[in-house]
């Protein structure tokens, strides 16, 4: 798909120059796929200059302008900007307003909206919004596509900050969901098996959870590679899991310091993984609705 996506930019640059709107959104395609793989900081200044040509070209409110600026929103968030992110969020989300039509790209964006609402502390919120984007997506697609289980993964982590009933089985449902429809290699079917695990961790057998992490890490390692933010998050959990069974043994120590090393190079020392892994917490992994 990156492949595709350099060719189109680069045909629709040499055609019809480089700030027309369809070499604009060629261009955002490449920085969101360089997110997907993992490049989160080096999709960011793409980004911004692809939705500061579609505010030129289209106008502000223009539905690609949106787009991709909620795509620019997605990127500074899971980088730790969640402030600039969530201002970005609620003025596209005051475009959207202005079209009264529920559609696919108001959904994604009142999700990042949760996301960065429970960034900023305020899981109750987060709740509320994820709540109200599952009935909606629930709606348009009904209730068997991948973006429902997306969705549901994300409420279950909301639900556990606020300390509210239900995180376990929207977790579960999530990935029976995403399972079924993705298959059980698919990285995000990984990653919510990640919060599976860890939605269940304060009640079930710690060992259960120890081979549930190591699934889920080991299938991100295979699927997405070493270095990914999701497989970085995973072996960051997988340690501290190991950790409290073997009670601070000295290679699972070094084995988490060498993540944590390494959330640092890729991530960032902001980067909300790395600020939870430095601090011994759990990562859990939001999900973005993007093209499956």
């Known amino acids: 798909a990156q492949s595709l996506d350099f060719s189109a930019r ?89 079209r009264p039509a529920l559609t696919t790209d108001t959904a994604i964006c009142r999700s990042n909206a949760a996301a960065e609402l429970s960034g900023l502390g305020d899981h109750t919120g987060a709740v509320s919004i994820a709540e109200q984007v599952v009935a909606d997506i629930e709606h348009i697609f009904g209730t068997r596509h991948p973006f429902i289980g997306i969705c549901r993964n994300n409420l279950a982590i909301y639900l556990r900050r606020a300390n509210r009933e239900g995180a376990s089985a929207q977790a579960l449902h999530a990935q029976r969901l995403l399972h079924d429809i993705l298959g059980r290699d698919h990285p995000y079917t990984l990653a919510s098996w990640v919060n599976v695990a860890g939605a269940d961790s304060p ?11 190591r699934e889920a890490r080991d299938g991100l390692r295979r699927f997405v590679g070493e270095l990914h933010s999701y497989t970085l998050a995973a072996s960051s959990n997988v340690y501290l899991t190991e950790n409290a069974i073997s009670v601070g043994s000295e290679a699972t120590t070094e084995a988490r310091r060498l993540v944590i090393r390494q959330l640092t190079e890729t991530l960032g020392e902001d980067n909300p993984y790395t600020i939870r892994a430095r601090q011994g917490q759990r990562i859990e992994l939001e999900l973005e609705m993007e093209p499956l």
């Not at 796929?33 to 999709?43: A, I, P, T, V």
């Not at 009640?203 to 992490?213: C, H, K, L, Q, V």
């Open 10 to 98: 680069d045909h629709r640059g040499a055609i019809l120059g480089a700030d027309h709107p369809l070499t604009l959104v060629s261009a955002a395609s490449v920085a969101r796929n360089d997110r997907l793989l993992g490049k989160l900081r080096e999709s960011i200044d793409p980004l911004r200059s692809v939705m500061s040509g579609l505010r030129a070209a289209l106008g502000e409110d223009h539905p690609q302008t949106l787009r991709v600026a909620t795509s620019v929103a997605v990127s500074l968030r899971l980088t730790g900007k969640i402030n600039e992110a969530h201002d970005i969020t609620t003025k596209a989300l005051n475009g959207y307003r202005k």
């Open 203 to 213: 009640n079930r057998d710690i060992m259960t959870t120890a081979a549930r992490e």
